[in-house]
């Protein structure tokens, strides 16, 4: 287990909805990202937010948003829904940085599966 | 921009054998080199890790070969098991940030 909670597991959505997937991470964390992995394009990475704040950015369609809340966990709300949104999105976290301590590992969840049709 | 590009895609070898998993970055910003580990219905989960002031690291029956100058790494699983069948990433990270990025992925299937 490694501490990171995500849900939901599973869901099921037709395409042109919204959904709204949700991230505790572990206890002390600061740092929370977002990966998408579909069967072609391994993990891709999304957003970064630390302490509340977004940090960084990768490959994130304007259709997706994210945020990081006071108590730390975090939002990934998708909306516009298509078929190419089916997959699975990962929450992981660190405890990114600490003074000039920067700590490298991430701690994943075990996603949300996300099936759009 | 794929930043790290691994090979194989899968890869097949029967129990006892060594599995080899290579990976090429390009940006020589990166200065820590993961490799997770992701079981079906899992996360991926931190194998082993390496920095790039050592040429090696080895835990166990898993071992990472650094090379700076090649800008290339790889993962060796010694004697290998059934239980070692996964799905493997390397990674590589900034200085600057935290975010790792991640190579394609190699299915490795070990034969009993």
């Known amino acids: 287990d490694s501490g990171v909670t995500q849900t939901p597991k599973h869901l099921i959505t037709a395409t042109g909805q919204r959904v709204t997937l949700r991230c505790s991470p572990r206890?002390?964390?600061?740092?929370v990202y977002w990966y998408q992995q579909s069967l072609d394009q391994g993990l891709q990475f999304l957003i970064q937010?630390?302490?509340?704040?977004?940090?960084a950015k990768g490959n994130i369609l304007e259709r997706f948003s994210a945020q990081q809340f006071p108590d730390l966990h975090s939002e990934l709300n998708l909306s516009s829904l298509e078929l190419g949104d089916s997959a699975l999105y990962f929450c992981?976290?660190?405890?990114?940085?600490?003074?000039?301590?920067?700590?490298?590992?991430?701690?994943f969840g075990e996603g949300s599966r996300l099936t759009v049709l | 921009q794929q930043q790290v590009k691994q090979s194989p895609q899968s890869l097949i070898v029967q129990k006892g054998g060594i599995s080899i998993i290579n990976c090429a970055y390009e940006?020589?910003?990166?200065?820590?080199f993961p490799w997770y580990q992701q079981f079906p219905g899992k996360g991926p989960a931190l194998l082993i890790a390496?920095?790039?002031?050592?040429s090696e690291k080895k835990e166990g029956r898993f071992t990472i070969s650094f090379n700076k100058s090649a800008k290339q790494f790889s993962l060796h699983i010694m004697d290998s098991q059934p239980g070692d069948s996964a799905t493997y990433f390397c990674?590589?990270?900034?200085?600057?940030?935290?975010?790792?990025?991640f190579g394609e992925g190699t299915q490795l299937t070990v034969n009993p």
């Open positions: 937010y630390y302490n509340g704040e977004e940090r």
């Open positions: 390496i920095r790039p002031d050592v």
């Open positions: 992981a976290s660190s405890l990114g940085t600490s003074g000039r301590r920067i700590t490298g590992e991430l701690f």
């Open positions: 206890s002390g964390d600061l740092s």
């Open positions: 990674a590589a990270r900034k200085t600057s940030g935290s975010r790792l990025t």
């Open positions: 940006n020589t910003a990166f200065d820590y």
